[in-house]
């Protein structure tokens, strides 16, 4: 079974002026399209990973140096599924008490951890995603380059922001601490944190 692309779980226009409809037609329309459609075109080669999860595709193809055009695909597929996930319309959720709680005990408050994501993602030198992830009996703030994310490490991540340029630059150009700044400000989908928080993480391919 092939991978397809999610839909927006959101109206394209409604993140705006954060992220216009214009920046969705790229992002999601184009971008991600293409991660989707190659990963597709390189495992129509590779019967012994067609119809397997995406998550094992991008583990198996991780511990395989030949396998690193279907690794940033996969995984790049992967990651921005998680992404449009961890977005909603400003104002829309917030943390919960169980939420709060941890942000409290792991950051010392959620001013901080905005501080602390914004710095992270802001430092992440080139491409890349700045995660929020579950780290033993807390939550932690990690970046990584290009398409790796948290998976192949067995953690768990509960969303991410994209920091890679084509993310921001139709709205935001060369501003990547902005479009964080409005990412952790109005952005961020606290559902999301707290469903996969709570163990409901189901497989990112939508196929």
């Known amino acids: 079974m092939a991978f397809s692309l999610p839909a927006l779980p959101f109206d394209r226009a409604s993140l705006a002026p954060a992220l216009s409809a214009e920046s969705f037609d790229y992002h999601h329309g184009k971008h991600h399209k293409a991660y989707v459609d190659t990963a597709n075109t390189l495992l ?11 998550e094992d595709v991008i583990r198996a193809a991780a511990a395989d140096p030949a396998l690193g055009k279907l690794f940033n695909n996969a995984a790049q597929h992967w990651n921005h599924s998680l992404f449009w996930q961890s977005l909603s319309v400003p104002g829309s959720t917030k943390p919960s008490a169980a939420v709060t709680t941890l942000i409290d005990a792991s950051f010392g408050g959620l001013d901080k951890f905005k501080t602390a994501f914004v710095a992270a993602a802001v430092g992440q030198f080139g491409s890349g995603w700045a995660w929020l992830v579950k780290d033993g009996d807390r939550l932690a703030i990690r970046t990584t380059g290009n398409a790796a994310l948290p998976l192949v490490d067995g953690q768990l991540a509960l969303a991410v922001c994209d920091v890679w340029e084509h993310a921001y630059y139709i709205d935001h150009r060369n501003a990547r601490a902005a479009f964080v700044q409005a990412f952790v400000d109005s952005l961020l989908n606290w559902t999301t944190v707290e469903s996969r928080l709570a ?9």
Do not use: Y
């Open 44 to 54: 129509a080669d590779l019967p012994a990973l067609g119809g397997k999860p995406l």
């Open 199 to 207: 163990g409901k993480v189901p497989s990112m391919d939508q196929g």
